[in-house]
């Protein structure tokens, strides 16, 4: 799968981050969400995130 916004492949863990409102998968990278982060609240699988401790994995919460 790519990124939406600049068609860069996606890391399994970038693949799995949602909209928390909607339930929709935002398909796109880390770099692309840093640009909407505050804007729109995010969750994600921790298991598979490789960036954990970033300003980014720290504003997207878990799924359980």
């Avoid at 863990?13 to 398909?27: H, P």
């Avoid at 840093?34 to 804007?39: A, E, L, P, S, Y």
Wanted: net charge negative; aromatic share 4%; charged share 25%.
């Amino acid at each position: 799968m790519r990124c939406y916004c600049c068609n860069n492949p996606l890391s399994d863990y970038e693949s799995t981050i949602r909209n928390a409102e909607t339930n929709e998968f935002m398909d796109m990278c880390n770099s692309c969400l840093k640009t909407i982060q505050h804007d729109v609240k995010l969750v994600g699988r921790a298991d598979l995130n490789t960036e954990a401790g970033t300003d980014l994995a720290d504003s997207i919460d878990t799924i359980e």
